[in-house]
């Protein structure tokens, strides 16, 4: 039932809230990701209402790319990205390939073959030196592998992450080539929120729920390659894959630390309404 029209000067009707099953989405762009995956229980509806909300408050909303919540517990649910919930290529409508276990708590690759093509490019929508991803782990393990990235032939320029490696340590690059080390650290644990930021030319940042670590390193460039989460891209070849389960992913332009603080806010809010936060 749909309720609350309001007329502006134009005369044409604006939606102002919708009841859906008793839940009250007063949120035009979260009515439509829940209408196009299909979103049918009600915490799940108020959780994405509240999110987007928080968002748009935070000015960040209109900063994302792509959103994934991994919400529905289906793969087919998995799919959609909420800032545009279209089944295209040009709305990033994940693909999955191979290996994944898809439940309420989130998406999870096997480690062997699994990955899925978010089909966004970075030298197409994003900014050398204001680029962002985040990953919501809810898996702590050293079983190595990349979690998310791209790359062009040769490695002219690198958008990766190991969020922990064999060696206990993560391992990332923000637009840059392999020729410079990668940014890295040790890691008591994987099962974190997780993003990786560009901001300037010449830094690029780390955040572990609220920590931050800063790594001195220019930009090189953006690789033209479409973005894979659960593994890595080289070239248009899935490499190096992944087994953390993912409960949450945002690409988009860099943020800064209070942007970054108010996304993980966000997310935990979002994971903790739905009984699976760490």
């Known amino acids: 039932m749909l309720y609350g029209y309001g007329i502006l000067n134009n005369h044409v009707p ?35 209402n509240t999110f987007v909300l928080d968002l748009k408050s935070a000015s960040i909303w209109t900063k994302m790319k792509a959103i994934y919540p991994f919400v529905g517990g289906t793969a087919s649910q998995h799919r959609f990205n909420l800032k545009d919930p279209r089944t295209l290529d040009a709305a990033y409508y994940l693909n999955f390939y191979n290996g994944w276990t898809h439940s309420s708590t989130g998406a999870i690759p096997n480690g062997t073959d699994g ?9 197409s ?12 782990s809810r898996t702590n393990n050293t079983t190595g592998g990349l979690d998310f990235g791209a790359s062009n032939l040769n ?18 690059r923000v637009n840059r080539s392999v020729g410079t080390s ?11 929120f997780y993003m990786i930021n560009r901001m300037s030319s010449s830094q690029e940042i780390l955040f572990r729920n609220t920590t931050k670590n800063t790594f001195n390193y220019n930009s090189t460039g953006l690789t033209a390659k479409s973005l894979y989460l659960g593994a890595f891209n080289y070239n248009g070849t ?10 949450f992913t945002t690409i988009g ?6 942007e970054a603080s108010n996304l993980y806010t966000a997310i935990q809010k979002f994971n903790t309404t739905l009984s699976r936060n760490i």
């Open 14 to 48: 604006t939606l102002k809230a919708t009841a859906m099953g008793g839940v009250s989405i007063t949120d035009t762009d979260a009515l439509a990701f829940i209408s196009a995956a299909s979103i049918t229980n009600n915490t799940q509806k108020s959780a994405i």
């Open 115 to 123: 990955y899925a093509d978010t089909k966004l490019i970075p030298s």
């Open 125 to 136: 929508i994003l900014s050398q030196d204001s680029t962002h991803i985040s990953y919501y």
């Open 155 to 172: 490695n002219a320029s690198q958008l990766q992450a190991e969020i922990k490696g064999t060696d206990g340590t993560t391992f990332f």
């Open 182 to 192: 990668g940014s890295s650290t040790s890691m008591t644990t994987s099962s974190l």
């Open 238 to 247: 899935a490499l190096y894959f992944g087994s953390k389960e993912n409960a």
């Open 253 to 258: 332009d860099g943020l800064s630390d209070t």
